[in-house]
């Protein structure tokens, strides 16, 4: 998912230090709503649906998402900037991890959402081929050439039709950290992989765990396998073994699972060891580095952790929270991988007009401006002002998504049928958990991997 799936958000004693302040939201929001704003290029952000601003008033859009928590609070301001700029009404529907189920039984009991906020390439798909997706117009597609890198317009098309536009992005490259864990232990953020494993091993010797794991959420171990793959197999297998063109058989993934293993496979490395992993939930895994009583020094995972550890944790993003780059892997390259989420509109909603404004909303620099005040939030839209971030931090890697261009890797578990890489308790998400839970043999692994994946393909294909 933006992959980044099931966040939801724990409640905390105390969340004043956590808001952003008055002021920046007022003026990101005074942007969002200026009716006569511009968008890209000069040209004027019309209300959608006509010139009074309320052309949409008295009708309901039902979006849906796997969004909760503090993320979901965020998401809900960019649906008010909407409603106070169209008059219409919005509602949210959290899916939890499993959007194409959740998702299916609402058309099936014709109780279809409006929009849905796709986490995954591979369930976009899905959607486009089971019929059940709407094609977007020509001025959404005209908006998403003006703003987007050409990667991300290719990412929500099927055979060529745009059939979604990603609002919300995420580097997925990111290792966030405690300082003062760190200092403790005498240690600085490494630059290779061999050094970041020395460093934990040097952290867990001080008293403190290194590393917290959401093994609980199986998409974060298929995050950790992708940017050791990617870095150590290098851009042009990644891409392969994406489309399933090699097996994950190959010696290519069992080496980078041998790699993984040397973390997964120490227990003193592990906040709670390989069992206490295996009950942590992502949130959970934030709270252990940056929640009021840390366990680890340093959680892996994308940049929304920026969003819980300030909104949940009261945490100053730059200071008391920051991260490095996923480090190289043995003679690789550092690695870049993004997710998204995208809106698609389904065709048995009930309000087709207000689904596509809010969609071409989502194109805009104003809308993407609302969320990335807040926090937790990068946009892969490029006319966004990088002043628009609440930190440095956030910035810096905003800065970076844009400025790869169509260099950067889509998370390659979102590429996949939802089979195989989007379901809760399945496929890729089961069996890296498996793996978690003993990681001693990564060609058995790879066998398991490599099974599940070409059912989920056959079926794919077939369907």
């Not at 994950?248 to 973390?263: C, F």
């Not at 952790?305 to 043995?330: L, N, Q, S, Y």
Request: net charge neutral; aromatic share 8%; glycine share 10%.
């Amino acid at each position: 998912m933006t992959r980044r799936r099931s966040t939801t958000a724990r409640s905390t004693a105390s969340r004043s230090t956590a808001s952003r302040s008055t002021a920046v939201r007022a003026a990101a929001l005074t942007a969002v709503l200026a009716l006569g704003a511009t968008a890209c290029g000069g040209d004027p952000v019309a209300p959608a649906g006509g010139g009074d601003g309320k052309a949409l008033a008295g009708q309901t859009l039902t979006v849906a998402g796997v969004w909760s928590g503090a993320e979901q609070k965020n998401f809900q301001k960019v649906l008010d900037a909407f409603t106070a700029k169209t008059g219409a009404q919005t509602r949210f529907v959290s899916t939890g991890d499993n959007v194409s189920t959740v998702v299916g039984s609402k058309i099936e009991g014709g109780n279809a959402p409006d929009v849905v906020m796709v986490p995954q390439v591979g369930v976009l798909q899905q959607f486009a081929a089971k019929k059940w997706l709407t094609p977007l117009p020509k001025d959404v597609a005209k908006s998403v050439d003006a703003n987007y890198a050409p990667v991300w317009k290719g990412y929500g098309s099927v055979d060529g039709t745009l059939y979604g536009v990603y609002f919300k992005a995420s580097n997925k490259s990111t290792v966030w950290y405690s300082p003062d864990a760190l200092d403790q232990a005498g240690v600085k953020p490494p630059t290779t992989y061999d050094e970041m494993l020395k460093a934990a091993r040097t952290v867990a010797d001080s008293g403190t765990a290194a590393f917290a794991v959401a093994g609980e959420d199986g998409w974060t171990l298929t995050d950790w396998f992708e940017n050791v793959y990617l870095s150590q197999a290098g851009p042009e297998k990644y891409d392969k073994l994406a489309r399933h063109e090699i097996k994950w058989t190959d010696p290519s993934v069992v080496e980078a699972l041998k790699s993984l293993s040397k973390l997964f496979a120490d227990d003193k490395l592990l906040a709670g060891g390989r069992n206490g992993a295996l009950a942590t939930d992502f949130p959970g895994s934030v709270e252990k580095v940056f929640g009021p009583k840390p366990e680890a020094g340093m959680v892996y995972e994308g940049d929304f952790v920026a969003g819980i550890a300030k909104d949940e944790f009261g945490r100053k993003i730059g200071e008391d929270a920051t991260f490095f780059p996923f480090p190289p892997v043995g003679q690789g390259k550092a690695p870049v991988v993004s997710g998204g989420d995208a809106a698609v509109v389904l065709k048995d909603g009930k309000n087709q007009k207000a689904a596509m404004a809010f969609v071409e909303f989502l194109t805009t620099a104003e809308a993407a401006s609302v969320w990335a005040a807040e926090g937790g939030f990068i946009s892969p839209n490029k006319s966004v002002d990088l002043g628009a971030y609440g930190d440095t931090t956030l910035r810096s890697t905003a800065e970076s998504l844009i400025k790869a261009g169509d260099s950067v890797r889509f998370d390659m578990s979102d590429q996949a049928p939802a089979a195989f890489g989007g379901t809760k308790g399945a496929g890729e998400w089961k069996i890296l958990q498996d793996f978690l839970r003993d990681p001693s043999d990564p060609a058995r692994t790879a066998a398991a991997l490599e099974a599940a994946a070409a059912k989920a393909y056959r079926t794919a294909n077939q369907g």
